[in-house]
């Protein structure tokens, strides 16, 4: 169960974030609104939030999830793959050093993105991609094996992120995309399968029993509810536009 939340607050300098959807450029008011309604949400679902306040400087900062990797008494500050995004690890590590007694970073030359990042029970995946590359995931290997934890590495292809086509909903239950569906790395899992038509729903949040699911995909929501759990579907469309999905809002804990 998670009891607590990290966001950040999405900055004006949003509609000039990283961008390969081609859906236009994100509507600031509009986003502040479906920030506001994500932070509602999380906190319906029984975590306490801590929002830190918006950076001009860093367009894609909203997306809070990449630069660390926290769990209940240890953090990993990232070394973000973009470099316009490199800076965002400043602020994230300020606040996480106040509330976790452990820190490790990611270190250049490796780079990672904890988008790419997806905790299954016990074990961690780490997707190696276009912002996560070997050296960072081999560095998260040796960090996660130091705190007891056993990781796999894998390739994602054609997707920002390791999460953008993957998300555990706990109980051994597996969202995939179909790309991602027949990967022996997650074979023993309850793969549930994400109709191409509806691939960006592959990024959805369990969180506490609950799953977060992004508005506009019924077919999806619809599987997530037959395995018996509630949903709350939200409108992210202005995050959608930069490629972000539910879980690159926050950081969990
Ligand atoms: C980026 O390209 O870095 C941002 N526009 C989107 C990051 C999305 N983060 C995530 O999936 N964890």
Redesign the pocket.
């Known amino acids: 169960m998670f009891t607590k939340a990290i966001v950040k607050t999405p900055c004006r300098n949003l509609i000039k974030?990283?961008?390969?959807s081609n859906l236009g450029k994100p509507d600031y008011s509009t986003a502040l609104k479906q920030h506001g309604r994500y932070i509602e949400a999380i906190i319906k679902c029984g975590l306490k939030v801590t929002e830190l306040e918006a950076d001009e400087q860093y367009?894609?900062s909203v997306?809070i999830?990449?630069t660390a990797l926290v769990s209940s008494d240890w953090a990993v500050i990232t070394n973000?793959?973009?470099f316009?995004?490199k800076g965002e690890v400043k602020a994230i590590k300020k606040i996480l050093t106040e509330k976790f007694r452990i820190i490790e970073e990611i270190r250049h030359p490796g780079t990672l993105?904890?988008?790419?990042v997806m905790k299954v029970d016990n074990h961690y995946f780490i997707g190696r991609s276009e912002?996560t590359n070997s050296l960072g995931a081999q560095q998260l290997f040796q960090i996660l094996s130091k705190f007891g934890y056993t990781s796999t590495i894998l390739t994602v292809e054609n997707s920002?992120?390791l999460?953008?086509d993957v998300s555990y909903l706990q109980q051994n239950n597996l969202l995939s995309t179909i790309q991602f569906y027949n990967k022996s790395e997650f074979e023993k899992y309850n793969r549930i399968p994400v109709e191409p038509a509806e691939s960006y729903a592959a990024?959805s949040l369990w969180l506490n029993d609950r799953v977060l699911v992004p508005k506009g995909f019924p077919d999806t929501r619809s599987k997530i509810e037959k395995l018996g759990y509630e949903t709350i579907e939200l409108d992210v469309s202005e995050?959608r536009k930069?490629?972000?999905?539910l879980?690159?809002?926050s950081l969990r804990y």
């Open positions: 974030g990283l961008s390969m367009p894609d997306f999830e990449d973000p793959g973009a316009s995004r993105d904890a988008g790419d912002r920002l992120h999460k953008s990024n995050f930069l490629d972000g999905g879980s690159c809002l």
